[in-house]
């Protein structure tokens, strides 16, 4: 087999004189990310295979990989589940740790909030057009008085993960940094700091509505904490504190669970008023970076490094309904649909649909 890496490396397909692919120009033949492959001297299939082959998953518990493949369920492939319309090379998601995601967001068919250097960036899919929403290079403060906010703000924020929901943006940063700004108001509305251990980087953010329709979001950080923030009151409202660092959190549509990971092989499930742990759940073989809850509130996902997808039931929860197995690495994001048909995984460089 010929090529490697370099041979598509060595072609900038974000240059800006490349145009972007139309649905038109994909269908004719066009690379839909512009590579020109054949004027390189290894196909898209050969260096996929190549990729396959050489990428070497990280991981914090040796050979967790090798060692979850015997329990997983057999998943056709080949299906498509989407057509493909356009796509922009104008701008770059920027990720500045390997380990960190949920930096790109899309909030509907037509909006894509994503982190380009330092800046949270907007692109519509309708008027292709991109704009910033959120510039944390320089100094960043509260604009709002709230009896919680850091009034004095942050100085060149490095964002380490993102939220968006119902007109709330929340960016969480490497040092605790939590910077909230409301999409239909002016100015930055919130900015607290979680902590300030050495160990401080937010992981992730998620914002969700209580039964009564208060905002809230639920930070999770490797302090080994999960925050429960009230955007009504706009002050920390709950604090749960784990034995290790925590990588995701999932509330249950009925907002009574939590699922917690984080570097720990079990992934926890906890009471989301007390934080007591409900049960620990037993399954994966490395640390757990994404979870997520089935619209029913009955069935939930986790993922891992061990490079699987474990399916749970709160019914029976003494072991995995399911265990799906990824490509090529770590399972680093769930999303079910709205329905519950079906579940999106991505890995380090690819995604799964099941």
């Not at 979850?68 to 990720?95: M, P, V």
């Not at 939590?258 to 994966?284: A, R, Y």
């Amino acid at each position: 087999m010929s090529g490697s890496d370099s041979d598509v490396d060595e072609y900038d397909y974000s240059n800006n004189k490349i145009s972007d692919t139309s649905a038109a120009e994909a269908r004719s033949g066009k690379d839909i990310q512009g590579i020109p492959w054949d004027r390189l001297s290894i196909t898209r299939e050969q260096y996929r295979q190549t990729r396959l082959e050489q990428y070497k998953n990280y991981e914090n518990i040796p050979h967790s990989g090798e060692g979850s493949g015997k329990d997983c369920k057999i998943t056709k492939k080949g299906a498509s589940y989407y057509d493909f319309r356009l796509n922009s090379r104008s701008l770059k998601s920027t990720i500045l740790h390997f380990q960190l995601r949920n930096l790109v967001w899309a909030t509907s068919k037509h909006d894509v909030y994503l982190m380009s250097h330092f800046s949270v960036m907007h692109w519509s899919s309708l008027t292709h057009k991109k704009r910033e929403i959120l510039n944390v290079s320089g100094h960043v403060a509260p604009s709002e008085k709230h009896p919680g906010n850091l009034m004095e703000g942050f100085t060149q924020t490095q964002v380490s993960t993102l939220a968006v929901k119902d007109n709330l943006l929340v960016a969480g940063g490497f040092q605790g940094e939590l910077i909230c700004k409301h999409l239909d108001r002016p100015g930055i509305s919130f900015c607290s700091r979680t902590t300030y251990d050495d160990n401080a980087i937010t992981n992730a953010v998620e914002i969700y509505a209580t039964p009564s329709g208060a905002v809230h979001f639920t930070a999770s950080n490797n302090d080994c904490g999960v925050r429960d923030f009230d955007m009504e009151k706009y002050q920390l409202s709950k604090h749960f504190h784990f034995l290790w660092p925590v990588n995701h959190t999932s509330l249950s549509p009925d907002g009574k669970l939590l699922i917690i990971v984080g570097d720990n092989p079990d992934v926890m499930l906890v009471d989301s008023d007390t934080g007591k742990t409900v049960m620990p759940l037993h399954g994966h073989l490395d640390f757990s970076f994404a979870s997520a809850w089935h619209p029913d509130g009955v069935t939930f996902a986790t993922g891992n490094q061990d490079k699987t997808c474990r399916i749970w039931d709160v019914r029976n929860l003494s072991r995995s309904v399911a265990v799906l197995k990824g490509n090529l690495g770590a399972i680093r994001s769930i999303r079910y649909t709205s329905d519950g048909k079906h579940m999106a995984m991505a890995e380090t460089l690819c995604m799964c649909m099941m």
